[in-house]
């Protein structure tokens, strides 16, 4: 019966190995934006703010000008906020990058203020980070994200959500 067990595994792998290896990507996708939202948090407990951004930033790069959809770099930039906050003044040695980190899969950093905008230089309350999965386990849903925002549609929290990605600027 074991034998029969691992054999419809084996066939169920090869029939299907696309989408297996985009739910292999999307099972890191998830890990790397909790490690984030963790990195995060304990940056907002030590400092009592969210690094700010003057910029969209993501792990393909940096965009200056919304909706945050043609960034101009392949990697975290070094000087962005995020990076500065986690990595060259906290304990990180690196921000993860997507396993494919190209439009439509990579990381994306949004803060806010508790006014409902942007924070900018101010005072960041909020957090969001998400990414666009390959594989979702609801289709209507194509967004992984962590927040601890509790004014977004869907609540708070790690979650699968049907947030627009390109969009996803975090508002009241």
Do not use: H
């Not at 739910?23 to 990195?39: H, K, M, T, W, Y």
Request: hydrophobic letters at 35%.
């Amino acid at each position: 019966m074991a034998i029969i067990g691992i054999i419809a595994a084996a066939i169920s792998v090869a029939i299907n190995p696309g989408k297996r290896m985009a739910q292999a990507r999307d099972a890191q996708r998830r890990r790397d934006i909790g490690f984030i939202s963790n990195e995060l948090i304990a940056y907002y407990t030590q400092n009592g703010a969210y690094p700010f951004e003057t910029i969209c930033e993501g792990s393909i790069g940096v965009d200056p000008f919304p909706p945050c959809s043609t960034y101009i770099q392949t990697d975290w930039i070094q000087a962005t906020n995020i990076w500065l906050a986690l990595v060259t003044n906290g304990s990180l040695k690196k921000l993860p990058v997507d396993p494919k980190n190209n439009y439509p899969n990579y990381y994306r950093y949004e803060p806010k203020a508790s006014a409902g905008d942007n924070c900018g230089a101010g005072t960041c309350e909020y957090y969001w980070v998400g990414v666009q999965l390959e594989a979702p386990a609801d289709p209507n849903k194509p967004i992984y994200r962590c927040s601890d925002d509790p004014s977004l549609p869907d609540g708070s929290g790690c979650k699968e959500v049907n947030t627009d990605f390109t969009a996803a600027q975090p508002t009241n």
